[in-house]
């Protein structure tokens, strides 16, 4: 079982990026998918996912700039991230509890700068 990242890069403040999740292997549940970010500086943090109705959450910060979707059926999530700034410039965590378990994926960087 693994999740894997992609859609990370360097961006100029002000632009936009698209980052996927997929997780695959031997999977008999799955929930709570979500994405999560960290730096040096910080502890990791959530920046989206869904409560236990369903409904979207977003840290504060990223509220009318991020998007967070799901497709159940391919178990994938995706974050959609516009008008970034710097300060969103971290590493990016998908995670997701498979088979009762908490997995995380590798991360991917996202660099905000011009």
């Known amino acids: 079982v693994q999740l894997v990242e992609s859609g990370g890069g360097l961006v100029q403040p002000g632009g936009s990026l698209r980052l996927s999740c997929a997780a695959s292997?031997?999977?008999?549940?799955?929930?709570?998918m979500g994405w999560y970010r960290q730096t040096p500086a910080k502890q990791r943090e959530l920046v989206a996912g869904?409560?236990?109705?369903?409904?979207?959450i977003y840290t504060d910060s990223v509220k009318g700039r991020f998007t967070i979707s799901r497709d159940n059926a391919k178990n994938t999530v995706t974050l959609q991230m516009n008008n970034l700034k710097p300060e969103d410039t971290a590493v990016y965590y998908c995670?997701?509890?498979?088979?009762?378990?908490?997995?995380w994926g590798q991360g991917t960087q996202v660099t905000v700068s011009s």
């Open positions: 995670s997701a509890v498979i088979n009762g378990l908490l997995e």
């Open positions: 869904f409560n236990n109705s369903g409904r979207t």
């Open positions: 292997g031997s999977i008999a549940s799955i929930y709570g």
